[in-house]
């Protein structure tokens, strides 16, 4: 008999979000904003990558906790997520420990903005 768990918020207090590896050896990533077209709105240049689709990013890098990696504000939005710009991953430093104000998550639960304490980011550098 085989227990299936099926986690809904995996973002638990003690597991950090997984690292983003750039491995493709040019340090860039498929924009979260326009999908990677290069286009958004459709037929303008995306504005976060200026069209090229691809966004640069310094290493370690994570998916951004405040908009799960949309690149986006809000969920049907079509602004930028303030957090990452738009880019769906944000640059940190290690060691990384989890925020325990927002819990991982990047928004305040007070008033739904980036958390204060880690920035919207979800992790916080540690010392180390
Ligand atoms: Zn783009
Ligand atoms: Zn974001
Ligand atoms: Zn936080």
Not at 12 to 17: G, I, R, T
Not at 30 to 40: H, I, L, R, Y
Not at 77 to 87: A, Q
């Amino acid at each position: 008999m085989e227990w299936k768990w099926s986690s809904v918020d995996n973002i638990a207090s003690d597991n950090l979000p997984e690292r983003v590896s750039i491995s493709n050896g040019n340090d860039k990533l498929d924009c979260a904003f326009c999908g990677g077209k290069g286009e958004k709105p459709k037929g303008s240049r995306c504005s976060v990558c200026g069209g090229s689709g691809k966004i640069s990013l310094q290493q370690p890098a994570i998916k951004c906790a405040y908009c799960k990696g949309t690149g986006k504000d809000k969920p049907r939005s079509h602004l930028t997520c303030t957090v990452c710009k738009g880019k769906g991953y944000v640059s940190v430093r290690e060691p990384l420990e989890t925020c325990s104000k927002c819990r991982g998550k990047g928004v305040d639960p007070h008033n739904k903005l980036p958390c204060t304490r880690c920035a919207g980011k979800g992790v916080i550098t540690g010392k180390g």
